[in-house]
């Protein structure tokens, strides 16, 4: 599907559903929040982070449910973390480890004086590549619960690959999404928006065989 009608089915979901998304988007803000503010009294705190990763598996299995049945029940997001904890775990801890490499990378090699500063734009590059490989990966990681980790990793990689342009414009337009939300006193970025970029990346990232089947 293209950038442009993930978009606008997403907003048409997000109407139809409105209040089970606003609840699943508020439980998910409410667990991020939580890992956040107990990680500014206690830094450490921040690999509990890896621990929310079931919830966004949970928070993806709705989503690739509304695309497949044109429905959705709260028992779904139960549903999600019973089916997808292990894999939510799984890509939480590579999420994490990837981007604090990222972050530190980008800042070693930006404060080590202008020769080393390609290596910071590449490593920044890099690391933005692997958050748009991200609404590809979960999609597909929830959509083939079934197949291994790594296989799901190469046929996202695959995907990126097929559909840079589109993948960072679907990427880019989310996160404007998310920091209006954010700007608008947050209430919209803890309720809606990114229910919003989680049903909007399943319509984009599943190919048709994969919208159609079962979970």
Request: charged share 15%; net charge positive; glycine share 6%.
């Amino acid at each position: 599907m293209s950038v442009r009608a993930a978009l606008r089915q997403a907003l048409r979901d997000m109407y139809e559903q409105s209040w089970r998304l606003v609840i699943l988007n508020s439980a998910l803000s409410a667990a991020v929040l939580a890992v956040l503010v107990l990680a500014s009294y206690v830094p450490v705190a921040l690999v509990l982070g890896v621990g929310v990763g079931p919830l966004v598996a949970a928070l993806m299995h709705c989503a690739v449910s509304l695309v497949r049945e044109q429905d959705l029940r709260l028992g779904c997001a139960v549903e999600g973390v019973r089916l997808h904890w292990l894999r939510g775990l799984q890509l939480a801890a590579l999420a994490g480890v990837v981007v604090l490499a990222g972050i530190v990378a980008v800042r070693a090699y930006g404060s080590s004086g202008a020769l080393a500063l390609p290596l910071a734009f590449v490593a920044a590059y890099l690391l933005a590549l692997f958050l748009v490989f991200q609404l590809l990966l979960w999609p597909l990681a929830v959509a083939e619960r079934d197949r291994p980790l790594r296989d799901v990793l190469a046929d996202a990689g695959v995907a990126l690959l097929r559909r840079p342009r589109p993948a960072v414009g679907l990427a880019l337009v989310l996160l404007v999404i998310n920091a209006l939300g954010a700007a608008a006193a947050v209430l919209p970025l803890l309720t809606m928006t990114v229910a919003y970029s989680f049903v909007a990346a399943a319509r984009f990232a599943l190919p048709p065989q994969l919208a159609e089947g079962r979970l």
